[in-house]
């Protein structure tokens, strides 16, 4: 282990890691985490949702914040950084994550991590090319990139920047992200259902998902959406209502907030790939929803009325706006002339020569492919 300063209560973690290797490793136990205690979504419900379709029981441990979380049938939840938490980690089988383990995590030599990371492609530079990453960081980072055994990959250009900035030098799968997996899929009785759950019949649907920052201020937020609606009803001829989604470090500090009356706050629905699944146009800004949105083929506008300011003060970005298939405006005036101008056509030839660009291997098969491996791995002594 690279040193890291542990804390009191950190290193009593780390002793009953170590004390329940006494206990053998349990080839059919999987533990599970989801943004450090989130509850059932993003790439690792994706994998478990292939993986419970097939013949093999398997016993399947869902670390959590709140346990109140509703998880399938036969999903155990379990309390996050718990004496039970560690029990489970130390004699699974198989570890499956998308965010970085506690430094004090520690992996047995027959026990198999697939990362899956939280994003595929992204606008914002993460880990080694981050600004103002901590030594802590770094050093708990290069132990967790050490007990990885398989990283996910979506795209070609998505490897070389894990290469190049997750401080791993271990096996990249390169299958796409299973969370996206939803979009290459025949959808139409979920995408019903998911209407039906937040009270949508057949409206045009706009959905609202801006970024997090650093800095929490709802300033950037304020928005004249009716006047949204209006110009994409002209647009589209349609009756339109507007989806208004916070990221989830955020999204508890104005989980009360009313916006409107053709607007519904989903911050809360725990599947942002379902909304988008039922989305028609997305309004973004440096969120990694846009190129997921794109894989659908779905309208996307990039808002970034803090342009300039986030880029210099709050995070580096990989791509040029200009370069993407996105329209790209730095107030409403603008973003409201390209809902006016804009051209379907067009937009899909951008979005297949940006995929064939940066090598995408995304085709609706990532959980597929991810839950072979978990099934072989399993079966080995």
Not at 127 to 135: D, F, H, R, V
Not at 172 to 182: A, F, K, M, Q, Y
Not at 223 to 238: D, H, P, Q, V
Not at 334 to 357: G, Q, R, W
Request: charged share 30%; hydrophobic share 40%.
């Amino acid at each position: 282990m690279n040193k890291v300063k542990l804390g009191k209560k950190q290193l009593l973690y780390y002793s009953f890691m170590k004390c329940f290797r006494i206990f053998p490793i349990d080839r059919k136990k999987i533990v599970v985490s989801n943004f450090r205690g989130k509850g059932y979504g993003d790439n690792p419900k994706y994998i478990i949702e292939n993986l419970r379709k097939r013949k093999e029981i398997y016993k399947i441990y869902w670390l959590v914040e709140d346990k109140n979380e509703k998880m399938p049938e036969g999903i155990h939840v379990v309390k996050i950084n718990s004496i039970a938490s560690l029990y489970h980690l130390s004699t699974a089988k198989i570890w499956i994550d998308n965010c970085r383990k506690s430094p004090y995590i520690t992996k047995r030599k027959k026990q198999y991590y697939i990362q899956t990371w939280h994003g595929a492609i992204g606008f914002k530079k993460i880990e080694k090319e981050a600004p103002g990453l901590t030594e802590e960081y770094r050093l708990a980072s290069l132990n967790d990139s050490k007990m990885i055994d398989i990283l996910l990959s979506g795209s070609q250009w998505c490897t070389e920047m894990l290469q190049r900035s997750f401080w791993y030098c271990g096996k990249v799968l390169e299958v796409g992200s299973p969370r996206n997996d939803i979009f290459f899929l025949d959808n139409d009785e979920l995408k019903l259902c998911i209407r039906k759950k937040i009270n949508l019949s057949n409206e045009f649907i706009i959905m609202y998902a801006p970024t997090f920052r650093q800095t929490i201020s709802f300033d950037v937020f304020n928005n004249n959406y009716e006047k949204w609606i209006s110009a994409f009803e002209k647009k589209t001829g349609r009756k339109c209502k507007l989806l208004f989604r916070l990221h989830p470090n955020i999204a508890s500090l104005y989980k009360n907030i009313q916006i409107g009356e053709n607007i519904i706050n989903v911050s809360d629905y725990p599947d942002m790939q379902e909304l988008l699944l039922i989305t028609d146009a997305l309004i973004t800004d440096y969120s990694s929803s846009a190129f997921e949105a794109a894989l659908g083929y779905k309208p996307v506008f990039l808002l970034c009325n803090d342009y300039y300011e986030f880029i210099t003060q709050e995070r580096e970005l990989f791509f040029n706006m200009e370069e993407l298939p996105f329209e790209f405006a730095i107030n409403e005036d603008e973003l409201f002339h390209k809902i006016a101008e804009f051209k379907y056509e067009e937009y899909i030839e951008n979005v297949n020569a940006f995929y064939a660009k940066i090598g995408s291997f995304e085709n609706g098969k990532a959980s597929e492919k991810v839950a072979e491996i978990i099934e072989n791995v399993c079966k080995m002594q």
